[in-house]
Every structure is written in structure tokens, then in C-alpha cells.
């Protein structure tokens, strides 16, 4: 079953970039690499998806590598409302959006 | 556009007790997908329809946990008899197609005692 690795926490200045990386040795080759927000008693958000080198969009960036096996949330000048856990499920690839949830990033944005 | 709602948003039931809860995705997606969190732990797949068909449903953990999508709109989650370890949040996605961004609704958190 696919799985992904993430720091279970970080912290950041308000203003800062953060950059948060995930591992997913076991990516399929038809997957696409997901990431979600997520804050206290609410469901998971959508942020950014990308199968292959960079995305963005107007809330983030996301670097990924040639051979996939990680890859990199970029938020700019995060402010303290960023605060939240941050996910990057892996998929089952063939058409299925069965997602496997890891621990996520808990993110703090401090004054 | 409105988001994926989901209610009831809380409740509490005995163990033993039947609950339903009820999934209405955003109106034109397809994909509709059933996740739960139980006891602290990760958010884990339960099944996903495409339309009224279930395309998935390896994740559902017994036979007392019952799926439907009559007509392809609205889905419901039944559980029947509600144990112990039932407690958590259960949350429905939905999405346009199965590689394209799925939308969350805010969850139902089921309270069994």
C-alpha cells in the first residue's frame, strides 16, 4: 500500500516562505501528488495537484522532482491563518481516488 | 457553487442503535468518496462510487457499515448496530472525475456510548 513520509510538525514566522516536503517512494506511475489543508473540526482542503516538476496556483507551489518520489509544498509569506495540518496522500493511481492519509504536517505560523 | 454538506454534522448514539449519515456532493461530480478518522488515528478510505455504483469498497470495515447511492446524487452511511469503535468523524469527498481534485465535506462526528 502506497505511503508517505512528512515531518510531523514545523514552525514559521508570519511572513516566511515555508516549504513542506514529502516522501512517496512508492508512488504509482499513474498517480498524482495531492496536497491538503486541514484546520480543527473540518474536513480536509484542497490546495494544489501536480503529477510531474512545478505547479502553481494562488495559494501555493508545488516542486516535484523528475523521478517523483517526492515532492515540495511551497507557501509564500505564510500568515498566522495557515496554521493548520497539512497533507500529502498517496494514491492508488488506476482511475481509483483512494487516498491514504498519513500524519500530516501540524504547520504553526507564529507572530 | 455549493460544497459537499454533510449531516447530521454531530452524533451521539448507544451502542447497538442504528445511525445514517447522508453525503451530498457537489452537483455534477461523479466520484463520491466515503472517509472516516476514528480515535485519533489517520483519516482512512472507506469506498468510492462513480455515479450510483460502487467502484470500491475496500475499506469499509465490516458488514455492519452499509453504502448507498440511489440515482447517483446524495449518499448515505449506515451503520448498523453502532459498536464502541465506531466513534470518529466519517467525511464524504466528491470530484468530476477520479484524478481531478476532490472537494471535502466538513464531516460527521459520531459519538457512540
Known amino acids: 500500500l502506497a505511503k508517505t513520509t512528512q515531518p510531523i510538525s514545523m514552525d514559521s514566522y508570519e511572513g516566511q516562505e515555508v516549504n513542506i516536503t514529502c516522501s512517496h517512494n512508492?508512488?504509482?506511475?499513474?498517480?498524482?501528488i495531492t496536497w491538503y489543508q486541514q484546520f480543527p473540526s473540518q474536513g480536509p482542503r484542497f490546495i494544489i495537484q501536480g503529477y510531474k516538476t512545478k505547479v502553481t496556483n494562488e495559494v501555493a507551489s508545488l516542486f516535484i522532482p523528475a523521478d517523483r518520489k517526492s515532492s515540495t509544498l511551497s507557501l509564500p509569506r505564510v500568515s498566522l491563518s495557515d496554521t493548520a495540518v497539512y497533507y500529502c496522500?498517496?494514491?492508488?493511481?488506476?482511475?481509483?481516488?483512494?487516498?491514504?492519509f498519513g500524519k500530516g504536517t501540524k504547520l504553526s505560523v507564529i507572530p | 457553487e455549493a460544497g459537499v454538506t454533510q449531516f447530521p454534522s454531530h452524533s451521539v448514539i448507544e451502542k447497538g442503535q442504528t445511525v445514517t449519515l447522508r453525503c451530498d456532493p457537489i452537483?455534477?461530480?461523479?466520484?463520491l468518496y466515503w472517509y472516516r478518522r476514528v480515535m485519533g488515528k489517520e483519516i482512512k478510505f472507506l469506498l468510492h462510487?462513480?455515479?450510483?455504483?460502487?467502484?470500491?469498497e475496500s475499506g469499509m470495515p465490516n458488514n455492519r457499515f452499509l453504502a448507498e447511492r440511489t440515482g447517483g446524487t446524495y449518499s448515505t452511511l449506515k451503520v448498523q448496530p453502532a459498536e464502541l469503535e465506531d466513534s470518529g468523524v466519517y467525511f464524504c469527498?466528491?470530484?468530476?472525475?477520479?484524478?481531478?481534485?476532490?472537494?471535502f465535506g466538513q464531516g460527521t462526528r459520531l459519538t457512540v456510548v
Open positions: 452537483s455534477g461530480h461523479d466520484n
Open positions: 496522500p498517496a494514491g492508488t493511481g488506476a482511475g481509483s481516488y483512494q487516498l491514504t
Open positions: 462510487f462513480v455515479k450510483e455504483s460502487k467502484q470500491d
Open positions: 512508492n508512488i504509482a506511475t499513474n498517480d498524482y
Open positions: 469527498a466528491s470530484s468530476r472525475g477520479p484524478n481531478t481534485e476532490a472537494f
